[in-house]
């Protein structure tokens, strides 16, 4: 088993040439292969590894076929942190021995697994190595597909091989001011599963822990993470579910105060105007706004966390 560190940002498809050629362009890069891959993801008729937040996939990528499974994990000052098993296998089918030792073994009837969507795309590495850290960028522009249809992917991730865990946010930050991005919370198979069954996965994708709200919250460091935590969780709903965001539900007070301390004040006010307007995050993945605002506020709350 191996922890999986990443920050993924989703970006308009005519933003990515633009990304990449910022990205080689910086020192310590390096570009590596370009591949195609094809994702079959797997579960029970009821979904039962969605239900316990695993994902598991047979990845075909060249002539090597990898068996992933993964967890959802944990959403650390702007990136996943998943754990996850891999293995190479040698045909298309799910090798079951291999999941004895995982979560799965002793929880899921493994024998009912079947395919439940696909996820195909071509994938751009680019190598960053600058100080102490290593980190592995995937560019993944294709198609998620399920039940006859299909949904747009196109998604720029920076996964930490080695280093600081603080270089993931500062170069996504980076990116975020040579063209628009957005944090997006979505993984992959969440999106899979959405496509799959929609009516399944409006109830269970990225459910949120905070239940407090409101504009007279508290001021706490604490509660400014989880005021933001829940901003991030409902503008990733947005963008799933092509739906306008829940405004009413949010801290705006507290949300504003971070903005300021972000130096992201008048931004900030521009973006609650438009989500307010019943503006829906897709139609915001051209502006810069979004995920500049996003990413300030992750640093700050990060910054105070190193601070304290």
């Not at 039940?147 to 993931?168: I, Q, T, W």
């Not at 919370?185 to 399944?200: I, N, T």
């Not at 979004?290 to 990413?295: C, E, S, V």
Request: net charge negative; hydrophobic share 40%.
């Amino acid at each position: 088993m191996a922890q999986e560190l990443e920050i993924k940002l989703t970006l308009h498809p005519q933003q990515i040439p633009l990304a990449v050629a910022w990205l080689l362009q910086q020192a310590g890069a390096s570009k590596g292969a370009c591949k195609r891959l094809v994702n079959t993801y797997y579960d029970t008729p009821g979904n039962e590894l969605n239900g316990q937040r695993i994902a598991l996939r047979l990845r075909q990528a060249g002539g090597r076929i990898i068996q992933t499974l993964k967890t959802q994990g944990e959403f650390v000052n702007g990136a996943h942190k998943r754990n996850e098993w891999e293995w190479e296998v040698p045909g298309p089918n799910v090798q079951l021995g291999l999941l004895a030792d995982t979560p799965l073994a002793d929880n899921v009837n493994l024998a009912r697994l079947a395919p439940v969507f696909e996820t195909n795309f071509e994938r751009q590495v680019i190598m960053l190595a600058g100080g102490s850290s290593v980190i592995e960028v995937a560019v993944d522009i294709g198609e998620i597909i399920a039940n006859g249809h299909s949904r747009a992917l196109c998604e720029v991730e920076f996964e930490l091989k080695s280093g600081n865990p603080d270089s993931l946010l500062i170069w996504a930050q980076k990116l975020a001011q040579q063209c628009p991005v957005f944090l997006n919370l979505v993984s992959k198979a969440e999106q899979g599963y959405f496509l799959a069954d929609e009516s399944m996965a409006t109830a269970r994708v990225i459910e949120s822990d905070d239940e407090s709200g409101g504009e007279n919250a508290g001021e706490s460091a604490g509660e400014a993470t989880a005021s933001l935590n829940r901003l991030l969780q409902y503008l990733s709903q947005s963008w799933l579910k092509q739906q306008s965001v829940n405004m009413k539900s949010l801290n705006l007070g507290a949300l504003a105060q971070l903005a300021a301390r972000s130096d992201m004040d008048q931004p900030w006010s521009e973006l609650v105007e438009q989500l307010q307007g019943g503006t829906k995050v897709s139609d915001l993945l051209q502006q810069p706004l979004l995920g500049q605002i996003q990413l300030a506020m992750l640093r700050q709350i990060a910054d105070q966390q190193g601070a304290n």
